[in-house]
């Protein structure tokens, strides 16, 4: 089956470094994305992992392990602006399921 | 350059009745894919399509139906709507529904 889970929710403080976990078991694996929703809009495109490492972009980054089906999103030098919820998604087999997104992470930054 | 576009942004129904919700995706985009996204939850995925075929399916039921036009927009429909089917409708694009997905605004349907 399809299972992909995340923290519900988060607290940290402005300018803070916080690191939200994404674990997943997928049938098939083709890249696994990271997607910022605040609260009453659409999700925002984040990030894309399809090779274990990091890939950084500005004041995020997103880590892979594939063997370990396992993500995390990096959120350094924390904004008001930040407090959103974050959702990680894998993108599955490319017939079915096809992409399957985590329940997100709701993250709070208090002054 | 446009976005993904939904319409409508809001929609009142009640039980029984049948919806037609709309997107056009972001121009040279020819993958459409749908979902479902109810209050606190991730989306849910309904469907995808792909140079106006279907490509996948989520597990909804047969009252959820889909088609992508000759110019890449798409029409998610749903039969007999339940109360449950409340819930915030996205439309997301991709160039061939490998790439990273752009979401639309959503629709925002309430069944009473």
């Known amino acids: 089956g399809q299972n992909i889970d995340q923290p519900t929710e988060m607290t940290a403080t402005e300018g803070a470094i916080v690191q939200i976990n994404c674990t997943y078991q997928t049938s098939g694996f083709n890249g696994l994305f990271w997607y910022q929703q605040h609260a009453g809009e659409a999700p925002t495109f984040l990030s894309y992992?399809?090779?274990?490492g990091l890939e950084e972009k500005g004041r995020f980054s997103s880590f892979l392990s594939r063997s370990k089906g396992y993500s995390y999103l990096l959120l350094k030098e924390l904004q008001m602006k930040d407090s959103a919820s974050y959702l990680c998604a894998v993108f599955g087999d490319n017939y079915g399921q096809n992409f399957v997104f985590g329940p997100g992470t709701r993250l709070s930054v208090l002054p | 350059d446009a976005g993904v576009t939904q319409s409508p942004t809001h929609l009142i129904k009640t039980r029984g009745q049948q919806v037609t919700l709309r997107c056009s995706p972001i121009?040279?985009?020819?993958?459409v894919s749908w979902y479902q996204q109810v209050l606190g939850q991730g989306p849910q995925f309904i469907f995808q399509?792909?140079?106006?075929?279907?490509?996948g399916r989520g597990n909804f039921p047969d009252r959820f139906s889909a088609r992508q036009f000759p110019n890449y927009s798409s029409e998610l429909n749903v039969n007999a709507l339940l109360l449950g089917d409340s819930a915030l409708y996205l439309c997301?694009?991709?160039?061939?529904?490998?790439?990273?997905?752009?979401f639309g605004d959503g629709t925002r349907l309430s069944i009473l």
């Open positions: 399509y792909y140079e106006k075929e279907e490509r």
């Open positions: 992992n399809v090779l274990d």
């Open positions: 997301a694009s991709s160039l061939d529904g490998n790439q990273p997905q752009h």
């Open positions: 121009s040279g985009h020819k993958s």
